[in-house]
């Protein structure tokens, strides 16, 4: 009977950007690229992306990002436009709030209406203290450092250290 190979379980990594207009606004077009590169390989590799926004506009939720985030969920929105900028339909404009969304998936012609749970922030606390409990992140320095010093390369600035789009970025996050 061949041997059963015990794999080490890989971590989950999610990569959560906030107030992505910010983001958009602030640095524009090349942002926009990169996040596109970053969803495209984050979805093959099996790491989650959540971009979140409260303005969500077509400047900032752009043709290029919706073609690569296949998954979407909107909370309550003021405008129909709103609703149809992020789902391609209305529908998120009339929702009640308090964790009332839309959510479509990649494989779906029409949204589902899915209520999320209402978490105090004592709960919020807790769970933060139980993950702190459980030991200390274990960071890869070499992931973060500057190509050039490693005398690496093939990021999305093509080996060339990180530009300073990249690092203002980096800043904003």
């Known amino acids: ?44 590799a099996g790491i989650h992306l959540v971009l979140a926004t409260q303005r969500p506009s077509v400047d900032v939720i752009t043709g290029l990002i919706k ?28 929702l009640l709030g308090m964790g009332d969304m839309l959510y479509s998936g990649p494989n779906s012609t029409m949204p ?19 993950w702190k409990a459980r030991g200390r992140p274990q960071y890869i320095d070499g992931i973060t450092s500057d190509s050039e010093s490693e005398g690496g390369g093939g990021g999305f600035d093509g080996g060339r250290g990180a530009g300073p789009v990249i690092r203002s970025g980096g800043e904003l996050l």
């Open 67 to 94: 073609a690569n985030i296949p998954t979407r969920i909107a909370f309550t929105v003021s405008s129909k436009i709103d609703s149809r900028t992020i789902l391609d339909q209305g529908g998120a404009e009339s």
């Open 1 to 44: 009977m061949p041997s059963i190979r015990c794999w080490k379980k890989l971590p989950y990594i999610v990569v959560l950007v906030d107030e992505f207009a910010d983001l958009m606004m602030t640095v524009g077009k090349k942002v926009e690229e990169l996040i596109a590169r970053l969803a495209q390989k984050a979805r093959a």
């Open 112 to 130: 589902v209406r899915v209520h999320g749970a209402f978490v105090r922030d004592q709960e919020v606390h807790a769970v933060v203290q139980d």
